[in-house]
């Protein structure tokens, strides 16, 4: 029998280990016990830095061009993580569990700020096709979710509790007899790729969601593993357990400290991260911005075009939510073809707006831990710009109220109490993948972004590949994929 080991942290200081048959081939050591595991050749510091230990190395005012910091302290550590969204903060989870180094985070502001905060929490294979680029990366990184949350049960924790952790299922819901085919194709094809996949007539349908208004043209795929978790949750889950490890000397957060420049050495290699108030030396960096990592590593300096675009998100948030019931997370079907950049608008008008043209509204609703009603979702593309956009909300609204027509009977306004918008910037990549690995010529220096609309569901599969490259260590998933080159110029 081949077994697979892992480990996860839990924030009330306990390190468990688990094991699984259903892993990969792979045995996967809890720790990496010393830096020569990085595998790869880092650069040369010329001071030294003894791993699983963050030191000051001292403090005094600096000068570097085109930035004149105020005051800045050197720090030194194994890992610079720039970016404390998901996929960064889930990054330095993984070093600090995987290995004795020492990991620095450092963002611009704070973690639930960029697209992570107005996550709205499905790790879900539903609208994931087999075979895909992407496919491997999420059946691991779900896999992944699943253990992390039975490794909290096992610690006499609640997954709900910590992480918003819910095992709902998900519906992909079909209105018209070409969708319902979709439906049935896809319910075939996630069978056979292994998953527990069902198709619904209207009248199973109606039993499984009787909030949902049901006609004899409507089915959906019914992934009765499918999860959920909250964003907010999860991110203080796993913000709480690396600080954990700042009490051993191996973590330290620098947030409201955006990254300004990178400090090269003489051989050009990047050796350390310089922001306002501190310049954090790394034997690897790993950028994980989001949205803004393409701008980043052009303000950086670093030739390359990393074509990853901001597309931005409103998502309705209804608290505490008992008109409507929902037994699982719904998605449309055309929520398949709504991630990617070729779909049409799936607004009808014949007078749209440009702006009209490059937004797409895709019904998808969820009860969250808290009893809040999560609905979105819109997709556009208006630069940087996070403002909330009162029309696009109404288009989620009605959207909703087209499946749902509990909720045509109440008005919008009326619920201003309970009601909140989360707006993010999702990192758009155009062929639909992320970018996962080294930076061509800077061998130290990784990126990790791009994840669109599944930055939540892929983001310990993420972390996983990334602390694997960082360590030299063979990837439980092929990793090429997700390469730089040939995708970024
Ligand atoms: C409405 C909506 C719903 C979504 N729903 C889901 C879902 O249900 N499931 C799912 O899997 N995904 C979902 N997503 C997508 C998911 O939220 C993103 O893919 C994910 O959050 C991306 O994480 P990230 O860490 O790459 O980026 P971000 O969370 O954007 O983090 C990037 C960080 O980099 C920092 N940064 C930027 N520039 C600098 C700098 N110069 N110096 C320092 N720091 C910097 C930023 O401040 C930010 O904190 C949704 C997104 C939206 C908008």
């Known amino acids: 029998m081949i077994m697979a080991s892992a480990s996860t942290f839990c924030p009330n200081g306990t390190l468990h280990r688990y094991t699984s048959t259903s892993l990969s081939t792979r045995g996967c050591p809890a720790f990496a016990s010393d830096s020569t595991l990085f595998g790869l050749k880092l650069p040369h510091k010329s001071f030294s830095l003894s791993v699983g230990e963050t030191r000051i190395i001292r403090t005094k005012s600096t000068r570097f061009s085109g930035f004149n910091p105020i005051s800045a302290s050197h720090q030194a550590f194994d890992v610079v993580i720039i970016g404390a969204g998901i996929i960064g903060l889930t990054l330095a989870r993984q070093f600090l569990i995987e290995s004795h180094l020492s990991v620095a985070v450092v963002d611009k502001c704070v973690p639930c700020s960029g697209a992570t905060g107005a996550g709205q929490g499905y790790i879900w294979m539903a609208h994931k096709t087999p075979g895909s680029d992407i496919w491997d990366l999420a059946m691991r990184s779900r896999?992944?979710?699943?253990?992390?949350?039975?490794s909290i049960r096992e610690k006499g924790l609640d997954p709900l509790v910590e992480l918003g952790w819910k095992k709902t299922g998900s519906l992909l819901v079909g209105r018209t007899p070409a969708e319902l085919d979709v439906l049935k194709k896809r319910v075939k094809q996630l069978r056979e790729a292994g998953l527990k996949a069902e198709y619904l007539c209207s009248s199973d349908l109606v039993e499984e969601e009787p909030s949902l208004l049901v006609d004899k043209e409507s089915g959906a795929a019914f992934f009765p593993d499918?999860?959920?978790?909250?964003?907010?949750?999860?991110?203080?889950?796993?913000?709480?357990?690396?600080?954990?490890?700042?009490?051993?000397?191996r973590y330290a957060e620098?947030?409201?400290?955006p990254v300004k420049c990178f400090i090269r050495g003489r051989n050009g290699e990047v050796e350390a991260v310089q922001t306002l108030k501190n310049t954090l030396y790394g034997k690897a960096i790993v950028v994980a911005a989001g949205c803004w990592t393409g701008?980043?590593?052009?303000?950086?300096?670093?030739?390359?075009?990393?074509?990853?675009?901001?597309?931005?998100?409103?998502?309705?948030?209804?608290?505490?939510?008992?008109s409507l019931q929902l037994n699982h997370g719904l998605m449309e079907a055309g929520y398949i073809n709504h991630q990617t950049i070729?779909?049409?608008?799936?607004l009808s008008s014949s007078e749209q707006s440009d702006h009209e043209r490059t937004l797409s509204v895709s019904m998808t609703a969820t009860l969250d831990a808290s009893g809040n009603l999560l609905l979105g979702s819109s997709r556009e593309f208006v630069g940087f710009n996070t403002e909330l956009d009162e029309s696009i909300v109404n288009y989620i609204w009605d959207r909703a109220g087209d499946f749902f027509p509990k909720l045509k009977r109440l008005n919008l306004s009326d619920l201003s109490g309970s009601r909140k918008v989360r707006v993010g910037l999702r990192p758009y990549m155009p062929d639909g993948k992320p970018v996962i690995g080294p930076v061509p010529g800077l061998s130290n220096v990784y990126l990790a972004a791009g994840h669109e609309g599944g930055g939540l569901s892929l983001a310990l599969g993420t972390a996983e590949m990334?602390?694997?490259?960082?360590?030299?260590?063979h990837g439980i998933i092929d990793n090429s994929p997700f390469a730089l080159q040939g995708r970024c110029s």
């Open 143 to 150: 896999k992944l979710w699943e253990m992390l949350a039975e």
């Open 226 to 249: 499918d999860c959920q978790l909250d964003a907010h949750h999860t991110v203080a889950f796993i913000e709480k357990a690396n600080r954990y490890f700042a009490s051993k000397g």
């Open 254 to 257: 620098f947030y409201h400290e």
């Open 295 to 322: 701008s980043l590593i052009h303000d950086l300096g670093i030739e390359l075009h990393v074509p990853v675009r901001p597309r931005k998100g409103h998502l309705l948030v209804l608290e505490n939510f008992d």
């Open 342 to 346: 070729n779909s049409p608008p799936t």
């Open 466 to 473: 990334v602390t694997d490259m960082v360590l030299g260590r």
